[in-house]
């Protein structure tokens, strides 16, 4: 039994290697110079560099009315599609996730050029329908998910005694569905801030997302600028994952295929 | 409750238009000639002929394109598949603060955004004189594939019963010998949607490979496609392959899950 359990130590030596050290290297690089020298230099500039900053405000900005919009079309769909009665068939669900396997910049791509036929002028608006697009899978299914595996009958306890349906909503499926909700928030959150390239398709480069200017930096080899610019992001993502503080989203995503 | 009905599928129906508008709008410009998107010029099969005979008017790249995203896809996939099986494995046997060290790690990569791994990965093959290529590109994949191959055979391993490896190892069987007799067996279907899951997200990914593909000029399909975006004007036989893409996986899903939801009725009858 227990020999068994070295059967982890390969793939243990890969995590230290190349998760966990790829990560210590990000710290190292936001507090050295150039010339390897330990500086707070990429820091400071960061927060006295007026462009810096108002993309960051911006990217976060997007981020959460993205998220909220993702919650706002995806809560109803899972919600449907979660109820036997209103939903009979598994193949609906399937129907959501396939858009995911179609390349999702040539998917962007199309969008924008829909707009563009549409008479639709890139920019705020349209970046926000095309990130919609893109990650509204990622809001549905983990909600999906949980409403499915939710047992039923406390709903019918509460209609029993006496809860209106919008009661029961409120007080019983609501609660219950949040862990799904909050799946969904990180899936579409961070990944949203740290865009590249979609952002720019979706607004003709007129606004710059945080990915972008880490991918800029990194690669007009500003290595310890850009490195400090994805410590931020770092910084941001731990604070979401203890305010989520579990396993949930491993499983979710796991759950994607299917 | 009828309207409620009508009211719900109608609701679904629209999300699924929307979210199906892009893909109908290459699909159905697949069928001209015109190089950009959305301009018709007659129906025509010229852009297909042009994808499965090789002569595309500018770019030769995308067929390498094509050929370097499968085949790395399938490197990586084999790879995860192999190291994440064992991992589980050794993970099941764990227990207390080294097996929380363990799922905390193999947590990161799904948590992290890709650009954060593909700048973190960036720094590590600089930082190691590594020069970056084709097994940097492979190597950065397995990274953020192999969890879901780890958390696809985790599951299946609680419900395993131990005492059939030890039945074998005392019949006489060799670890190896148990191994390949009994757990892999016993596995194998949650291997291999491990594989297909890693499969996927390796075909998708367009930030990883962005940050470790070096400057040898290495192509996979998104990287192909960015470059000749920003470029101005994409490879028009991009739309005729992506639509076939778009039917294969179309097919494959469906056929899978019919059968599925045959099956499940069938255990239920």
Request: net charge positive.
């Amino acid at each position: 039994m227990n020999k068994r359990s070295r059967w982890a130590l390969p793939y243990f030596i890969f995590l230290v290697l190349f998760v966990a050290l790829p990560l210590l290297l990000i710290v190292i690089y936001s507090f050295t110079d150039g010339a390897g020298h330990f500086s707070f230099a990429n820091l400071t500039k960061f927060f006295s560099d007026g462009n810096s900053l108002s993309t960051f405000a911006v990217s976060i900005e997007v981020a959460i009315e993205n998220t909220l919009l993702c919650i706002l079309i995806g809560y109803p769909a899972a919600y449907i599609l979660a109820d036997k009665k209103l939903n009979p068939s598994a193949v609906t669900v399937v129907l959501f996730i396939l858009p995911m396997w179609i390349n999702a910049l040539m998917r962007t791509l199309a969008t924008a050029e829909l707009f563009n036929m549409a008479g639709i002028p890139l920019g705020k608006g349209t970046l926000l329908f095309g990130m919609c697009y893109d990650y509204l899978p990622f809001m549905i299914y983990p909600i999906y998910n949980v409403l499915n595996k939710m047992d039923k009958s406390y709903a019918e306890a509460a209609q029993d005694l006496g809860a209106t349906p919008g009661e029961v909503f409120r007080k019983v499926t609501l609660p219950l569905s949040l862990p799904g909700v909050w799946s969904g928030v990180m899936m579409v959150f961070m990944p949203t801030v740290s865009t590249f390239a979609i952002s720019e398709f979706l607004t003709n480069n007129k606004i710059k997302l945080f990915g972008t200017i880490i991918q800029e930096n990194i690669n007009n080899s500003m290595w310890n600028y850009g490195a400090a610019l994805s410590l931020i992001m770092l910084v941001i993502i731990g604070i979401t994952t203890l305010f989520q503080g579990g396993k949930s989203e491993g499983e979710a995503s796991g759950g994607v295929l299917i | 409750m009828k309207i409620t009905t009508i009211a719900a599928r109608a609701y679904i129906a629209l999300v699924l238009i929307l979210l199906y508008a892009p893909i109908v709008f290459i699909a159905v410009f697949s069928f001209t000639e015109a190089k950009s998107l959305g301009n018709w010029t007659g129906f025509s099969f010229t852009l297909y002929r042009n994808l499965f005979t090789g002569s595309l008017q500018n770019s030769s790249g995308l067929i390498s394109a094509v050929n370097n995203t499968l085949l790395i896809a399938l490197a990586a996939a084999l790879i995860s598949t192999v190291l994440g099986t064992l991992a589980a494995v050794g993970i099941h046997n764990l227990r207390g603060r080294k097996r929380q060290t363990m799922t905390f790690l193999n947590n990161i990569p799904l948590i992290n955004p890709d650009i954060i791994t593909g700048v973190s990965l960036f720094l590590l093959f600089v930082f190691l004189h590594i020069s970056q290529g084709y097994f940097t590109v492979i190597l950065a994949h397995v990274t953020f594939c192999t969890p879901y191959v780890v958390l696809s055979v985790l599951p299946k391993l609680s419900q395993i019963n131990p005492d059939i490896y030890a039945a074998a190892l005392d019949l006489g069987a060799t670890p190896g010998q148990a191994m390949r007799k009994i757990l892999i067996p016993m596995l194998r279907p949650n291997m291999i949607s491990g594989f297909i899951l890693a499969f996927t997200m390796s075909l998708d990914d367009f930030a990883v490979t962005f940050f470790t593909r070096g400057t040898i000029g290495l192509d996979t399909l998104s990287t192909y496609i960015y470059t000749d975006a920003r470029k101005g004007g994409l490879t028009p036989e991009l739309k005729p392959l992506m639509t076939i893409i778009f039917l294969l996986v179309l097919v494959v899903l469906l056929v899978i899950n019919i059968r599925q939801s045959r099956q499940t009725e069938k255990i239920q009858k």
